[in-house]
């Protein structure tokens, strides 16, 4: 499944590539360049970041799941006990 951010968001990410290269390399990068290294980040190490996002998503929806039947329990075989009950205020 290939990694793909919307057009704004890219072309803010090569802008903030060029950046750093200006603040940080002896060579500045232009946009072509920058382009393709977003890319190769995108296609070689975005996967990692999306796989731990994944599973750390699985981990709070699986959490969620085991607290469910605590928050939506409904006791069984209850109509005696409460008929009981409401019989002895009587």
Known sequence: ???EIP???RDQ???SIQRYFDANMDER???IAAGGLLGFFLEEIG???YNQAVAE???RLQMRVSELDIEVHED???YWRKREKAGKGR
Do not use: H, L, R, S
Request: proline share 5%.
């Open 1 to 3: 499944m290939a990694i």
């Open 7 to 9: 057009k704004d968001a």
């Open 13 to 15: 990410a090569i802008a």
């Open 29 to 31: 990068i232009g946009n």
């Open 47 to 49: 996967p990692v970041v």
């Open 57 to 59: 998503v699985q981990e």
């Open 76 to 78: 069984a075989f209850t």
